[in-house]
């Protein structure tokens, strides 16, 4: 799978319907914070604080999607169900991988995995397939609030990569750190944005 630089405005976050444990994100080295804030559906700011960290190599099940990126919460719902049923042990929260941009690629070509987080591959997969995240320097920003404002905080984190003089790659990682079952207000929700980069030649 050849990857695409995702457009900072399309890109949209999934709506879970369930989540796992807390997130399994090792990092080693940190950068140092960019501030911001982003306007969000309702008209309010948030906050928003762009950094950068090491993140370490991460082993995952996942199902493979081809079209447009605002379906994929059913995919994600196959996804926990056939773990579910295999009975996985799964290390940390699902989170998504976008490889292309919706802004160069049609919508019903579109590629993206929605996955689930293991410490190894299991013995026994069923129809998911297994791969590992490579280690990565990434940029990336926690955000607080309902999941499909999540590409508001894109240009911050596109915007802080161009300030270091960085360039950005893929695919965009999205982690959905809380289940939205387990709360009263999506302003509850927290999710972590990924975008690995490399220094500009």
């Known amino acids: 799978m050849k990857p695409l630089l995702v457009a900072a405005r399309v890109v949209p976050a999934l709506l879970l319907a369930a989540c796992s444990s807390p997130r399994l994100l090792a990092s080693g080295l940190h950068g140092s914070p960019r501030e911001a804030s982003v306007r969000t559906f309702d008209g309010t700011r948030a906050p928003v604080a762009a950094n950068w960290k090491e993140r370490l190599e991460q082993p995952y099940l996942y199902l493979e999607r081809q079209g447009d990126y605002r379906t994929l919460g059913d995919s994600m719902r196959l996804l926990l169900e056939q773990a579910a049923e295999l009975e996985l042990e799964t290390r940390g929260a699902p989170f998504a991988l976008f490889y292309d941009d919706p802004g160069r690629v049609p919508a019903a070509e579109l590629r993206a995995r929605v996955c689930l987080p293991v410490a190894e591959r299991p013995a026994r997969i069923g129809r998911l397939r ?66 690995p980069w490399t220094a500009a030649e």
């Open 130 to 195: 297994y791969d590992v995240l490579p280690r990565a320097m990434v940029a990336y920003a926690e955000i607080q609030g309902p999941y499909p404002e999540l590409p508001r905080s894109y240009p911050v984190l596109f915007a802080y990569l161009a300030e270091l003089g960085w360039r950005a790659g893929a695919p965009i990682r999205e982690i959905y750190l809380v289940n939205p079952s387990t709360v009263l207000d999506h302003a509850e929700l927290r999710a972590e944005v990924q975008i």
